[in-house]
């Protein structure tokens, strides 16, 4: 089951198969965990509106085109309920989690040589704290680009058409988050 | 201030989504500017700060669990929409059932208290207000959602 592609993944479920459907839920659930974490800022919020979203995405199969990508589908759903979450929380002056709580450095291995100099480390340790703090801060759309950019790694056309916006909007709200991050990492 | 034109370029070069023409003409533009090549790096610092950052991951119970989850809501769901609609059948029924009772004999029964009277009047405008204003409210959310646009189904 989890060697089928998803197209054949989606013409079980459509037809009734509920262990097809599961099996499309364990291959894309980190994805939409993490993409509903970028979104919302909160580990229980996302893990609650991933859910959801494939829940409702269940209730709705009969709907999904098989010879379409099943995650760009399934993210219109999911983006719906985080930014329904976040228009309820800005009604109740909620804030979201800083992004200490969901993200972290990458391994010092992984980044550059084991003998790289503590200075610069303690330097990068400072500048990641600052982009966390300041990324819950960011306005929705602007956060959402820049987190499907640099943490789903995607192109430009495809955060375009997860956004439903043109390649030049995309690379706009990717300038304005990243000219707020630069204020923050400036200290301002 | 500097154009969109050399933004985009900035964003793009950043992103390794450039061609190389793009590349020479960003650096043309640097050689000739301090306000373009300041930019340039300042972004460039924010990209190096984010490129090393990832998620964090939450515990394997969270994913061994995940399926489950899904299937528990998906099954309420299911559950919900069975009481739901046996009960709104059941109401209207009840409703159909009692409501012209109920009127017939605020009507007629010339011993009721004034009071109950006008109670009655109340509980049955109030309940046609409350439905007024919730279509009104939930019908202006719907033209007026901000998200509604980036959103396609």
Known sequence: MSDADDSELITRAKAGDTAAFGALVTRYMRQAYFSA????????????????????AFHARK??????????????????LCFNLLRDRRTHRQRLEEGGHWLEALSAAAIEAPDAAVERATERAEAHRRIAKALA?????EREALVL???????????????????????????????????????? | MIDDRTLALIMAVLDDEHSPEDLNELERLAAASAEVRDEWMRQRRVKEATSTMTWKEPTSETWDRYWMSV???????????LVLGGGVVLSAFAL???????LRSLWSESSLPVGV????????????????????????????????KGVSR
């Not at chain 1, 801060?137 to 759309?141: A, C, H, I, N, S």
């Not at chain 1, 390649?167 to 300038?175: A, D, E, H, K, P």
């Not at chain 2, 109340?122 to 901000?146: F, I, M, W």
């Open chain 1, 137 to 141: 801060t960011l306005p929705d759309v």
């Open chain 2, 96 to 102: 159909w059932r009692a409501v012209p009772r109920l």
């Open chain 1, 37 to 56: 974490i970028g979104l919302v800022g909160s580990r229980e919020d996302a893990l609650d509106l991933s859910q959801e979203a494939f829940a409702r």
């Open chain 1, 63 to 80: 709907t999904i085109d098989p010879d379409r990508p099943f995650y760009a589908w399934y993210y219109t759903i999911l983006r719906r």
């Open chain 2, 117 to 148: 009277r006008m109670a009655a009047v109340a509980l049955l405008l109030g309940v046609l207000l409350l439905l007024v204003s919730v279509l009104r409210e939930q019908l202006s959310s719907r033209t007026k959602d901000p998200y509604d």
């Open chain 2, 71 to 81: 299937y528990n809501k998906t099954e309420r769901k299911i559950a919900w929409l």
């Open chain 1, 149 to 188: 950019k640099e943490f789903e790694g995607l192109k430009y056309r495809a955060i375009a058409e997860r956004m439903g916006t043109p390649i030049g909007t995309v690379m706009s709200r990717l300038y304005a988050a990243r000219a707020r991050l630069a204020k923050a990492l400036e200290g301002q």
